[in-house]
T-cell receptor
Framework: NAGVTQTPKFQVLKTGQSMTLQCAQD?????MSWYRQDPGMGLRLIHYSVGAGITDQGEVPNGYNVSRSTTEDFPLRLLSAAPSQTSVYFC?????????????FGPGTRLTVT | GDSVTQMEGPVTLSEEAFLTINCTYT??????LFWYVQYPGEGLQLLLKATKADDKGSNKGFEATYRKETTSFHLEKGSVQVSDSAVYFCALSDPFSSGSARQLTFGSGTQLTVLP
C-alpha cells in the first residue's frame, strides 16, 4: 500500500492564481480530510468527506473547494490564491467512523503564495 | 468549543534524558486523546492514543495516561534518543462536538531536539 499520497510536494503561486492539490489513498478509507499547518497553530481542518459524493466544511473553509467523486481521491482547489493561504497542507484518511480511529496523514504540500 | 493546550517549545535535551511534554484539553464530551509525531520533512504519524479515563497509551518507549480529573494527557519517555528529534502534537477527537466526529483538534506542537 502506498498509503496517503499528495502532489505536488512544493508549489509557488502568484496572488489570484488557481490550483488543485491532489490527495489519494489506496486503503479504501471512507473518511478523508484536509488540514493546513501554520507555525504556532497546530493543524486546522479545512474540509472533510465521509464518503464519495459527500463533503462538508471544517474550521477554516473559506477560499477552498473540495469534491469527492471516488473513494480514493479528494482534491483541494484554491480558486484565487491569497498570501494568507501560504501554508503546509496535509491530507488525512481513516477507515472507521469512531472518534478513536487513527487517521493516516500524507507527506504534505508546501504552498507559497506571493 | 474543544481546545488543546500544549507545552511551549522548543525543548532541547541531551541523549538519555527524561522527557515530559505537557498537554491539557477542554472538550464538550468524552474525547479520545492522541499524540502524533512529525519527523523532519514528513507527515504526521500516530504515536499513541487513549480512549477512556485512566487508559495508558504506549509506543516506542513513550507513554501517556488519560487523566479525566485533570483533563491532561502528558507525554513521557524515560530516556530519549537523537532519533526522537521531531515535532510532537497532542490532539483530541470529540464524538459530541458539532461537525465530524473524526475531526482532530490539535495543540500547537512542541519541537523536540535531542543532542548526542
Amino acid at each position: 500500500n502506498a498509503g496517503v499520497t499528495q502532489t505536488p510536494k512544493f508549489q509557488v503561486l502568484k496572488t489570484g492564481q488557481s490550483m488543485t492539490l491532489q490527495c489519494a489513498q489506496d486503503m479504501n478509507h471512507e473518511y478523508m480530510s484536509w488540514y493546513r499547518q501554520d507555525p504556532g497553530m497546530g493543524l486546522r481542518l479545512i474540509h472533510y468527506s465521509v464518503g464519495a459524493g459527500i463533503t462538508d466544511q471544517g474550521e477554516v473553509p473559506n477560499g477552498y473547494n473540495v469534491s469527492r467523486s471516488t473513494t480514493e481521491d479528494f482534491p483541494l482547489r484554491l480558486l484565487s490564491a491569497a498570501p494568507s493561504q501560504t501554508s503546509v497542507y496535509f491530507c488525512a484518511s481513516s477507515y472507521g467512523v469512531q472518534a478513536s480511529d487513527e487517521q493516516y496523514f500524507g507527506p504534505g504540500t508546501r504552498l507559497t503564495v506571493t | 468549543g474543544d481546545s488543546v493546550t500544549q507545552m511551549e517549545g522548543p525543548v532541547t535535551l541531551s541523549e538519555e534524558a527524561f522527557l515530559t511534554i505537557n498537554c491539557t484539553y477542554t472538550a464538550t464530551g468524552y474525547p479520545s486523546l492522541f499524540w502524533y509525531v512529525q519527523y523532519p520533512g514528513e507527515g504526521l504519524q500516530l504515536l499513541l492514543k487513549a480512549t477512556k479515563a485512566d487508559d495508558k497509551g504506549s509506543n516506542k518507549g513513550f507513554e501517556a495516561t488519560y487523566r479525566k480529573e485533570t483533563t491532561s494527557f502528558h507525554l513521557e519517555k524515560g530516556s530519549v534518543q537523537v532519533s526522537d528529534s521531531a515535532v510532537y502534537f497532542c490532539a483530541l477527537s470529540d464524538p459530541f462536538s458539532s461537525g465530524s466526529a473524526r475531526q482532530l483538534t490539535f495543540g500547537s506542537g512542541t519541537q523536540l531536539t535531542v543532542l548526542p
